[in-house]
């Protein structure tokens, strides 16, 4: 195959892309993004502060207008994200206690239902533990509602969009760690005690290396009975080339890891400018990145 969409379905996987609403206008972007992925995630539009930006008041254009490109080019789309500590809106930062976690129900609920029946998986919570070797969960105004508010967050979505596949989704988590460890216990109280989730993402922003048990890690939380996603791909620094191929071998290797993501199209579309991260350069060409990809698949 001669894309990356279609070579990963070659291996049964797909192979998606971070998508802004904004760009779909761009003709370079959308060409590409057509041409190569075969799943999207919208960027910023599925957040909470741009989801519902006043409580109770729901704007889900720019999220639909995403959701209505992928899905009419026979795209899949992955949600991006209910329950998350960051891009809250004012007024959800404001609450706290129990009113904080009806409103978190309640957007879940809301969304998830506003979409049912169009997401692929739906990434429920976003970054829920602590970087360093504690093991512990972040801080947070969503986690001081109680340390229940996951698994009251994946059984609010599995209620409001049942055909929806449910991930659990963080970064620094590419390694065996402390954070993913506790992720990985997590995962198996939850399937000990019947609490919904399917898969587990693992956002993989890199530079320059990828930890030598990358592949064992997608592996062992892939014996536990979830699959597993590359949900946010992106590889700074000289070894892009080589990185970018080894991060695709190891999800090839792991039966269960059933597609990447790249977090954005061209250098010049990614989130922290400079870094050219990315598979395709500014002006759209393909990167040496780009082609370990493809050569990977
Ligand atoms: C980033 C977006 O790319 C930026 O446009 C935005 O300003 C901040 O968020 N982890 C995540 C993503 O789960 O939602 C973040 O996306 C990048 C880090």
Same mark, same amino acid.
């Given at each position: 195959?001669?894309?990356?969409?279609?070579?990963?379905?070659?291996?049964? &996987?797909?192979?998606? $892309?971070?998508?802004?609403?904004?760009?779909?206008?761009?003709?370079?972007?959308?060409?590409?993004?057509?041409?190569?992925?075969?799943?999207?995630?919208?960027?910023?539009?599925?957040? %909470?502060?741009?989801?519902?930006?006043?409580?109770?008041?729901?704007?889900? $254009?720019?999220?639909? =207008?995403?959701?209505?490109?992928?899905?009419?080019?026979?795209?899949?789309?992955?949600?991006?994200?209910?329950? %998350?500590?960051? !891009? /809250?809106?004012? %007024?959800?930062?404001?609450?706290?206690?129990?009113?904080?976690?009806?409103?978190? @129900?309640?957007?879940?609920?809301?969304?998830?239902?506003?979409?049912?029946?169009?997401?692929?998986?739906?990434?429920?919570?976003?970054?829920?533990?602590?970087?360093? *070797?504690? *093991?512990?969960? &972040?801080?947070?105004?969503? !986690?001081?509602? *109680?340390?229940?508010?996951?698994?009251?967050?994946?059984?609010?979505?599995?209620?409001?969009?049942?055909?929806?596949?449910?991930?659990?989704?963080?970064?620094?988590?590419?390694?065996?760690?402390?954070?993913?460890?506790?992720?990985?216990?997590?995962?198996?109280?939850?399937?000990? =005690?019947?609490?919904?989730?399917?898969?587990?993402?693992? !956002?993989?922003?890199?530079?320059?290396?990828?930890?030598?048990?990358? !592949?064992?890690?997608? /592996?062992?939380? $892939?014996?536990?009975?979830?699959? @597993? /996603?590359?949900?946010?791909?992106?590889?700074?620094?000289?070894? /892009?080339?080589?990185?970018?191929?080894?991060?695709?071998?190891?999800?090839? $290797?792991?039966? =269960?890891?059933?597609?990447?993501?790249?977090?954005?199209? =061209?250098?010049?579309?990614? %989130?922290?400018?400079?870094?050219?991260?990315?598979?395709?350069?500014?002006?759209?060409?393909?990167?040496?990145?780009?082609?370990?990809?493809?050569?990977?698949?």
């Amino acid at each position: 195959a001669t894309t990356l969409g279609a070579a990963a379905a070659e291996k049964g &996987r797909y192979f998606g $892309a971070a998508v802004a609403a904004g760009k779909l206008s761009d003709n370079t972007y959308v060409t590409i993004l057509n041409r190569e992925f075969n799943s999207v995630t919208p960027e910023n539009e599925m957040k %909470w502060d741009a989801t519902e930006p006043s409580r109770g008041s729901f704007n889900f $254009a720019n999220a639909d =207008r995403i959701v209505n490109h992928a899905r009419s080019r026979g795209m899949s789309v992955r949600g991006h994200t209910l329950a %998350w500590h960051s !891009q /809250q809106p004012g %007024w959800a930062q404001a609450l706290s206690g129990s009113s904080l976690r009806s409103a978190m @129900v309640n957007h879940i609920t809301q969304v998830a239902t506003h979409f049912r029946g169009q997401i692929h998986s739906w990434d429920v919570v976003n970054e829920a533990f602590a970087d360093g *070797g504690s *093991g512990a969960r &972040r801080d947070s105004n969503l !986690q001081r509602t *109680g340390n229940d508010w996951i698994e009251v967050a994946f059984r609010a979505a599995r209620a409001a969009d049942p055909g929806a596949k449910l991930c659990y989704n963080d970064y620094n988590t590419d390694g065996i760690n402390a954070k993913s460890t506790a992720i990985y216990n997590m995962v198996v109280d939850f399937k000990n =005690r019947g609490v919904p989730i399917d898969y587990v993402g693992f !956002q993989s922003h890199l530079t320059n290396s990828v930890p030598a048990d990358y !592949q064992a890690n997608l /592996q062992r939380f $892939a014996n536990l009975g979830v699959d @597993v /996603q590359i949900t946010e791909l992106d590889i700074a620094g000289a070894n /892009q080339a080589a990185v970018y191929g080894s991060v695709t071998r190891s999800c090839l $290797a792991v039966a =269960r890891c059933t597609g990447i993501t790249v977090w954005g199209i =061209r250098d010049t579309d990614y %989130w922290r400018v400079g870094q050219n991260s990315l598979l395709f350069d500014g002006a759209g060409n393909k990167k040496p990145a780009y082609t370990a990809v493809l050569d990977a698949l």
